[in-house]
């Protein structure tokens, strides 16, 4: 089976760099080690994208096509799209609701 690609979001990007930055304020080494890991989770979409859940809160709302792992205590979201791509659209803390996070973004723009 020929590989995924994985490719990110504006969004998601900024969320990463958003996560890291923050936790870099208190130690370089562990934004360092939080990047890694995220990374890290992300890469095993390559292989297996169809392991993640359906977003629990979209699925209510009857949106499918957004899945999701985890690499606690976050969260990373994302859509399996044409010719063996995977699109992270969101990476963000799970303790945080998943309305106020897409609340966030549609105000922003």
């Not at 900024?14 to 990047?35: C, P, Y």
């Not at 994302?78 to 966030?104: S, T």
Request: no cysteine.
């Amino acid at each position: 089976m020929k590989p995924w690609t994985v490719v990110y979001g504006d969004g998601a990007r900024g969320d990463i760099l958003a996560i890291v930055d923050f936790i870099a304020r208190d130690s370089e080494i562990n934004a360092d080690g939080v990047l890694d890991r995220l990374e890290a989770r992300i890469r095993t979409l390559q292989s297996l994208p169809e392991r993640g859940r359906v977003v629990p809160e979209l699925h209510w709302h009857g949106i499918t096509t957004v899945h999701e792992v985890l690499e606690r205590p976050w969260r990373i979201l994302y859509q399996l799209r044409d010719h063996n791509e995977v699109l992270v659209v969101a990476v963000y803390d799970g303790r945080r609701q998943l309305h106020d996070l897409l609340m966030e973004r549609f105000l922003r723009h």
